[in-house]
């Protein structure tokens, strides 16, 4: 069997394209990932579906190159609510219709022999994620559009790039890689190499791992310490290292927790006592204790920082629950672990929200905005109706059970500087409904002065027009910045608006 490693355009597509008239629009209806693999050559050109289909994918937005078509399919295992359990993806596909046709699979591609493997996601984790190129050879008088939002995005020079290469590669049409193509041309998975640097020395090798995570235990002889990781392809080559600063060690034991923590007085509108047992400290003493509430599930906050082992909170009339703990601190202001006490109801029969910081800071990229919803005093509720928008515009709607961890990606690089806002609606039955507002802030990028334009020849003879840092930015809704003024010079010439 031949390593069917590439990408073709299917026999129903081509029909498809060739039946297209000037002035029609080629709607690309989805991307999908998968795990299969057809048996022969003339089987993947035959194909009107995937082998073994897994999962939706995303993809950039189309790139018109003269009479071609190209875009990046894009699966993320944080799509579609988190990858629950790992697969090998060895194929994927793009599907479109017109107005006069049903769905149809137009392009298929096949890892043949090397697929690659899609970890389960894990909050707080960087997601798995896969690109895959594809070209469509479509005349240039065909509009071509995507009929899906495409949650995940690469920037759009990094698109360009990536797209412009494989044009190159394909003359423009299309190629399909069998066992002949040399495998540098081919992605393969990195390797990463984690290094340390003690005191100044050299640098170490420590770890070689797929992860982008790593854990190094401190040694005590240690007293300063910085890091650095490089990726390596499986040919060798290595990429330049993204190095740490140089942090200080510090010798120093934290406390131990409280051995225990009582709360008494839960009453809305009343003072709630904490009292804990002490702490202890292996190598020095403690110097305080830090008192913190948990309302409705959501983000800890700080009631107090005393030199005390009990402390009073006023109960909030308009909580649903409320949980303390408590943490020892040092005399070199190092935290121990927290001892945490029982979650109490304060108003029974409300339905709650448990989120973050309602003041979630600057967010420069994309990020998972995560909460629950619970009804406070009632053990076991189904089909809470939820809504989140962002910026008056839904997000999320669903049905989730009390306590289920719903997290929705919000990508930041597409909204505009300054602040927004997540609201999130929540009710059940005769439950008393729960709303909760949530605010973050899109830092400004700043572009530096003594930029300058500059005209050049390409290797055909033409003229080339090279562009500015600002117009490869990537702007509102995944559409770069040139394009919007390309759209606004155009209405204005026309007059139209």
Request: charged share 20%.
């Amino acid at each position: 069997m031949p390593d069917l490693y590439g990408f073709t355009p299917t026999t129903a597509g081509l029909e498809l394209m060739a039946s297209l008239l000037a002035g029609q629009t080629l709607t690309i209806t989805r991307a999908m990932v998968g795990s299969g693999k057809p048996d022969s050559l003339e089987a993947m050109a035959g194909l009107t579906d995937l082998v073994a289909p897994v999962a939706r994918a995303t993809s950039t937005e189309p790139i018109r190159t003269d009479d071609a078509v190209t875009l990046t399919v894009e699966y993320r295992s944080d799509l579609n609510g988190g990858l629950q359990e790992g697969f090998y993806i060895n194929e994927y596909g793009i599907f479109a219709k017109t107005a006069d046709s049903a769905e149809t699979l137009i392009f298929y591609g096949c890892l043949g022999d090397h697929p690659q493997w899609v970890s389960p996601y894990s909050p707080g984790v960087a997601p798995d994620v896969r690109d895959f190129p594809a070209t469509i050879r479509i005349s240039s008088e065909v509009q071509v559009r995507i009929d899906y939002h495409a949650d995940a995005f690469i920037t759009a020079e990094e698109a360009a790039d990536l797209l412009r290469s494989m044009v190159e590669k394909s003359g423009g049409g299309f190629f399909l890689m069998t066992e002949e193509i040399p495998v540098a041309q081919r992605r393969p998975n990195s390797m990463y190499s984690f290094e340390r640097s003690v005191d100044g020395g050299g640098w170490t090798v420590f770890a070689t791992t797929s992860a982008l995570t790593r854990t190094d235990p401190i040694d005590d002889s240690w007293t300063t310490v910085a890091y650095r990781a490089k990726a390596t392809d499986n040919l060798g080559l290595s990429g330049p290292y993204a190095t740490s600063q140089t942090y200080t060690v510090v010798h120093n034991l934290p406390p131990t927790a409280p051995g225990s923590i009582a709360v008494t007085g839960v009453v809305r509108g009343e003072n709630a006592a904490i009292t804990l047992t002490a702490a202890t400290d292996p190598d020095g003493t403690v110097a305080s204790y830090i008192f913190e509430r948990q309302v409705d599930g959501g983000a800890w906050q700080q009631v107090a920082q005393v030199n005390s082992l009990t402390q009073t909170d006023t109960v909030g009339e308009d909580w649903g629950t409320v949980a303390y703990r408590a943490c020892a601190v040092d005399d070199l202001g190092l935290a121990g672990p927290c001892i945490t006490g029982e979650t109490y109801t304060v108003n029974s029969g409300w339905v709650t929200i448990g989120g973050p910081a309602e003041d979630m800071g600057s967010q420069p990229r994309r990020f998972d905005f995560a909460f629950s919803v619970s009804v406070s005093g009632v053990a076991s509720v189904d089909a809470i109706t939820v809504s989140v928008a962002r910026d008056g515009t839904r997000i999320y709607s669903g049905t989730p059970s009390a306590g289920a961890k719903i997290s929705v990606p919000v990508d930041a690089r597409l909204l505009g500087a300054g602040e927004h806002v997540i609201e999130v609606q929540a009710s059940k039955d005769d439950y008393l409904p729960a709303s909760r507002r949530y605010t973050f802030t899109v830092p400004a990028v700043t572009i530096p002065d003594g930029g300058y334009g500059a005209i050049s020849q390409a290797s055909d003879g033409k003229t080339m027009f090279y562009t500015t840092l600002a117009q490869r930015c990537i702007g509102t809704d995944g559409v770069d910045i040139q394009a919007q003024v390309d759209a606004l010079t155009a209405r204005v010439k026309t007059l139209e608006g």
